[in-house]
């Protein structure tokens, strides 16, 4: 008799778990996804405008990319050693600019140019630290970042080459990237 619950347990069971793998192996769908995309957090109407769209391209980064005639890095070209790659194109990378990405992706990387044979950090930056920058003061850093945000509104390049010290920042859904510039170096008159 005792037998009888064991067996009345054990078959439906059993059938439950066969009928599932049958499901699992001959559909495409995915249930482990399906669950963790309805369990995301969803934007609300006031979350619009908080978050800035990662492939949205400002116009003055337009104009600026226009102004030196640079075309995107190509697929083929993704993550490509910086030092092999042509003059006048840009892509995306974090501190290391070892390489470039076509894409920025979701990583709030900085755009990267690369004209007249240097290597550009491109970015938006307050305008104290601009002025920095621009007066040659020595010791300082520029807090930078991919996309316009509050007191950090103005449009800058710099060239990799001047920037001793580059580290990645976490900042809300993004990254900050904190420039150390020792001493710009004195051009050939």
Same mark, same amino acid.
């Given at each position: +008799?005792?037998?009888?619950?064991?067996?009345?347990?054990?078959?439906?069971?059993?059938?439950?778990?066969?009928? /599932?793998?049958?499901?699992?192996?001959? *559909? =495409?769908?995915?249930?482990?996804?399906?669950?963790? &995309?309805?369990? %995301?957090?969803?934007?609300? %109407?006031?979350?619009?405008?908080? +978050?800035?769209?990662?492939?949205?391209?400002?116009?003055?980064?337009?104009?600026?990319?226009?102004?030196? %005639?640079?075309?995107?890095?190509?697929? &083929?070209?993704?993550?490509?050693?910086? %030092?092999?790659?042509?003059?006048?194109?840009?892509?995306?990378? +974090? @501190?290391?600019?070892?390489?470039?990405?076509?894409? #920025? !992706?979701?990583?709030?990387?900085?755009?990267?140019?690369?004209?007249?044979?240097?290597?550009?950090?491109? !970015?938006?930056? *307050?305008?104290?630290?601009?002025?920095?920058?621009?007066? #040659?003061?020595?010791?300082?850093?520029?807090?930078?970042?991919?996309? *316009?945000?509050? #007191?950090?509104?103005?449009? $800058?390049?710099?060239?990799?080459?001047?920037?001793?010290? @580059?580290?990645? #920042?976490?900042?809300?859904?993004? /990254?900050? $990237?904190?420039?150390?510039?020792?001493?710009?170096?004195?051009? =050939?008159?």
């Amino acid at each position: +008799m005792k037998r009888w619950y064991l067996y009345l347990l054990t078959v439906p069971l059993g059938l439950v778990i066969l009928a /599932y793998l049958i499901v699992r192996w001959n *559909s =495409p769908i995915y249930f482990a996804d399906i669950w963790s &995309r309805d369990n %995301q957090a969803k934007n609300t %109407q006031s979350d619009v405008g908080k +978050m800035p769209d990662v492939n949205a391209v400002p116009k003055d980064v337009l104009k600026l990319r226009q102004a030196h %005639q640079l075309r995107p890095l190509t697929e &083929r070209e993704d993550g490509t050693k910086i %030092q092999d790659l042509p003059n006048g194109i840009y892509g995306f990378s +974090m @501190c290391s600019v070892v390489s470039l990405s076509a894409k #920025r !992706g979701n990583t709030f990387s900085l755009e990267i140019q690369k004209h007249d044979g240097i290597v550009y950090y491109v !970015g938006y930056a *307050s305008d104290e630290d601009i002025e920095k920058y621009l007066t #040659r003061q020595k010791n300082f850093h520029i807090l930078t970042s991919p996309h *316009s945000r509050e #007191r950090a509104s103005s449009l $800058f390049e710099i060239p990799v080459e001047f920037v001793s010290k @580059c580290e990645e #920042r976490p900042f809300k859904d993004g /990254y900050l $990237f904190d420039l150390f510039v020792t001493a710009i170096p004195e051009l =050939p008159t």
